[in-house]
């Protein structure tokens, strides 16, 4: 469960990559002669980012891997804030971004897994942690998602923060109406 306070009080959602995004597997391969790395996404997270997005909630990645599969991802998600370093050097990165959005270290959410995103789970307003995450990064979490990263934690996340912002319906109804809408249904007697 998520304080509908702290909830309310966000204003940019923060996400790390490999063990959140993705199910922390890296598969490495060649193709003429050439490294080729795939990652695993989630086709549910998509439509997490994508309610937060058309709820004009900013989302970012700062990851502490340099990964054209990330690239790739951020693109189709549309998340125009993408920091990534082999170092993991990921503080400066998100108070750039938190600058530019003039948003405080209070005001922004950051889902992590793993030692190189303590830095900013202990600054953030409301730091969140998926299933598969270390025991430091779970003992500084304010929520816990049910999932594991790479297997639906964001769309998980997205629910309940917004639920507890009160918004969730009406972002389920601007999302599908975007869509089409729901037909209307008839019952023959």
Known sequence: ???????????????????????????????????????????????????????NMPVAIV???ISPATTARAKEL?????????????????????????????????LGDDLPDLTLLTRVGLPVCVANATPDVRAVAHHVTAARGGHGAIR?????????????DAAVERYVNARGGLPEVTHVA
Do not use: C
């Open 1 to 55: 469960m998520i304080d509908p306070a702290i909830a309310r009080r966000i204003k940019l959602i923060g996400l790390d990559v490999d063990g959140v995004m993705t199910d922390a597997g890296v598969y490495l391969g060649t193709v003429g002669g050439e490294t080729v790395e795939l990652k695993r996404f989630d086709i549910q997270d998509n439509v997490g980012v994508r309610l937060l997005r058309e709820a």
């Open 63 to 65: 990851s502490g891997r």
């Open 78 to 110: 549309g998340i125009i804030d993408v920091f990534q370093d082999d170092g993991a050097q990921k503080l400066g990165a998100f108070e750039q971004i938190l600058a530019r959005h003039e948003v405080g270290w209070d005001e922004a959410a950051y």
């Open 156 to 168: 998980e996340f997205v629910e309940t923060f917004l639920r507890a912002r009160g918004e969730w």
